[in-house]
């Protein structure tokens, strides 16, 4: 097993940690983002590691592009950011479990 970019063990529960360009730290009111990724699975951590990568580069971005964005709307996609990952397995598991009462045809 190697390392995960941006990602710490702590407690046996992996987390995810980047920081934020100095540029945006101002503007954002964070050194760096940091979220739990709710497992000590090793695929599953890497898995949604590089979600929230990807979903913090689009933070940056959206701060470093939209300079006219205020406090709270700031804060409302830095909110999403920490949201975004698990609200998506969540809906995926909810979709896979309606679809388990089911049955499957047989010929």
Not at 16 to 33: D, W
Not at 68 to 89: G, H, R
């Amino acid at each position: 097993m190697g390392s995960i970019p941006n990602v710490l063990r702590r407690g046996g529960v992996f987390h995810f940690r980047r920081a934020v360009p100095t540029h945006l730290r101002q503007q954002l009111n964070k050194c760096e983002l940091t979220r739990s990724l709710d497992t000590a699975n090793f695929k599953l951590a890497k898995i949604r590691s590089r979600k929230l990568y990807i979903i913090s580069k689009d933070v940056f971005e959206a701060a470093r592009t939209r300079p006219m964005l205020n406090e709270v709307q700031l804060a409302e996609i830095v909110k999403d950011f920490y949201e975004t990952v698990f609200s998506e397995e969540n809906k995926f598991r909810l979709k896979s479990s309606s679809l388990s009462g089911f049955k499957t045809c047989s010929s």
